[in-house]
């Protein structure tokens, strides 16, 4: 049963007031008043079995060419920005860590992280110089944690590169094909970013239609 959207903290910023923002057959989503997060109510996330079972039929392969193209709208921004000898880890890599390959034939040491297909917690305790997230926030059922957790990876001067679809207004969300996945619980926008860069003190570019980057000072 899913809780009253007015029950229900932002999973983002944890503000206590969120609203009703859309209901169709298969689940509910709400909005914050604050960051403006549109997330799937708790009560229609999936399990994590379930979860693992869609992610498993997807086909994303290192060497596809068709993928490669596809990232390469985060991954050729990104390395025009990093300094030689930048070394970073790709979160949410999935099974087929072609971002992470590409990085690293661009002379970036990349290494990698998934929950379900790289596991290894004690990489996520280190400080990279840049960090990627592609097509993956958008499944985080608690994306503050997963935010906090990537900022403190990234070392001072650091680069983080963020690629999703950016959702817009209630009439464009009604038919938006991006929340007919089931994996996808947690839409991001622009004033969603915008805040998050402003509460964090971050350097922010919007490129293109779904890729953000996210530059940490030097110092704070």
């Known amino acids: 049963m899913s809780v009253r959207s ?13 609203f009703p923002f859309w209901e169709d057959k298969q689940r509910r989503y709400a909005r914050c008043e604050r960051c403006r997060l549109i997330f ?58 072609a971002l992470a390959a590409m990085l690293y034939e661009a002379g970036f040491a990349t290494t990698t992280y998934d929950p379900y297909y790289a ?15 592609t097509e993956a926030i958008e499944h985080f059922y608690q994306p503050g944690r997963e935010w906090r957790q990537l900022l403190a990876m990234l070392a001072p001067g650091g ?16 038919n938006w094909h991006y929340k007919q996945d089931p994996t996808h619980v947690s839409f ?11 509460r964090d003190g971050l350097g922010i570019e919007f490129i293109g239609a779904d890729v953000i980057l996210l530059h940490k000072p030097e110092s704070v």
């Not at 930048?86 to 099974?95: A, E, Q």
């Not at 983080?160 to 009439?171: E, I, N, Y």
């Open 119 to 133: 596991d290894y917690p004690e990489r996520l305790a280190q400080c990279y110089d840049f960090v990627t997230c």
């Open 6 to 18: 007015q029950d229900v903290s932002c999973p983002l910023c944890e503000h206590p007031h969120t």
């Open 188 to 198: 991001f926008s622009r004033d969603t970013f915008l805040w998050l860069a402003a």
């Open 40 to 97: 799937v109510e708790p009560g229609y996330r999936l399990d994590a079995a379930a979860e693992k079972a869609i992610y498993d039929r997807h086909e994303n392969r290192v060497d596809d060419a068709g993928y490669r193209r596809f990232l390469s709208r985060l991954a050729a921004p990104l390395v025009e920005r990093l300094r030689p000898g930048s070394t970073g880890l790709d979160f949410g890599c999935g099974p087929g860590p």
């Open 159 to 174: 680069w983080l590169g963020l690629m999703t679809k950016l959702a817009r207004d209630q009439a464009a969300f009604a």
